[in-house]
């Protein structure tokens, strides 16, 4: 029976699939927000990753957000190179899937990234969401400035103390600034804006008892 406290099992470099060279294609432009897929991004604009189960529906969470400029499904934290879908699912790549967030900080701030992020997923299952089981799933947020960083971690401890407050258990959350956890690749072209093209896809996203206040009082929402 799966447990979802338990260790997940990652490989290893050494034991993860190998992967490939080339690069998978990538549409040239966000199928929502009319914006570039791949770059070059606005002058002052930044960029945070993050993993909360299915990239599915964790990619339309954040195209929602006014301010965020683009997003991207893929795979991070893992081993293999340019890895296909179905290699990751196998839960042998160590990739997680991962969604990229670019936006500009004078129209939106890490915060706000948070609250999205932390009120629409389990961040207490360690293998998994919902249905979905394996490491590739497991929740992670991958900065990639220092001031990222700090927010971050701030709004973990946070939010810890609102699920404490509420009977709910620790949060499994991997918290690594990008280059550590690096490097990303984009997931195929139908994976990109995937509930924009399939409205009634599968999506296990959804508010998830206990709001996240940036503020620091939280509660549960009736």
Known sequence: MWNPF??????????ALPGRTAP??????????????TGPWPEGAEVLY?????????????????????????????????????ETCTGLTGHTEAVQVVYDPA???VETLMKGFWENHDPTQLNGQGNDHGT???????????????VVEASRARYQAALTARGFGEITTEVLMFEQAGPWYYAEAHHQQYLHKNPGGYCNHGFCQVAYDRQ???????
């Not at 620091?216 to 009736?222: F, I, L």
């Open 24 to 37: 998978v294609p990538v549409p040239d432009r966000h199928e929502v927000l009319g914006t570039p897929m």
């Open 6 to 15: 338990s260790k997940p099992a990652m490989p290893t470099a050494e034991t």
């Open 136 to 150: 590739q799933y497991r929740t992670a947020v991958y900065p990639t400035t220092a001031g990222q960083l700090a």
């Open 216 to 222: 620091g009082t939280t509660g549960v929402t009736a």
């Open 107 to 109: 129209k939106v701030d």
């Open 50 to 86: 993050v993993a909360m189960g299915c990239f599915w529906g964790a990619e339309r969470i954040f195209w929602q957000l006014p301010g965020v400029i683009s997003t991207a499904a893929g795979y991070t934290g893992g081993f293999t190179a340019h890895p296909t879908y179905e």
